[in-house]
């Protein structure tokens, strides 16, 4: 039987990075059999027993693909890795599903229209002009009171916004 993870040594889990709950963490690594999903080394043989989050770096930290072992997470942009199961991996990335489960398309939500409000957790954007969206309140990201819509899509995933009124995130 596999351990469940532990924060590391600042108590901290290092899976929050890519706004990753600790259960959807767990899962991610039971979906993952606990071994590297391209070339099933075991985490166990891992440095700190720990597999690498990968993501799709052109879509942000919120877009986890899977779990890889050091050598695959660091060869995979290198194209060194390639085939079958590089394929496969990418059609199975774990975002995709997690959209999918949502209803939300994989693409970025086109941008709602100037004086809307998106809510990501404690924080509330408003557009205000072309382009252009606030932050309002207290929480907002430090050096972050202006983004753009691509920005915040980036920072915090489509899935992560809603629309206050609505029931559901964007899409």
Not at 44 to 70: K, N, P, Q
Not at 85 to 112: I, Q, V
């Amino acid at each position: 039987m596999t351990e469940p993870h532990k924060p590391n040594r600042g108590g901290t889990c290092s899976h929050r990075t890519y706004l990753l709950t600790c259960e959807q963490y767990e899962g991610l690594r039971k979906r993952a059999s606990y071994q590297c999903e391209i070339c099933g080394k075991p985490e166990s043989e891992e440095w700190l027993e720990v597999l690498r989050i990968d993501h799709a770096h052109h879509l942000g930290y919120w877009a986890v693909r899977g779990l890889l072992c050091h050598r695959c997470n660091c060869s995979f942009d290198l194209a060194a890795i390639a085939g079958p199961a590089r394929d496969t991996y990418l059609k199975n990335s774990w975002y995709l599903h997690m959209l999918a489960e949502l209803g939300l398309p994989p693409a970025t939500p086109p941008e709602p229209p100037v004086g809307s409000v998106v809510k990501e957790g404690p924080r509330r954007w408003t557009r205000t002009g072309e382009s252009t969206w606030r932050c309002d309140g207290a929480h907002r990201p430090r050096g972050h009171k202006f983004m753009k819509w691509r920005d915040i899509v980036y920072r915090y995933g489509p899935h992560n916004l809603t629309i206050p009124g609505h029931q559901r995130t964007l899409g």
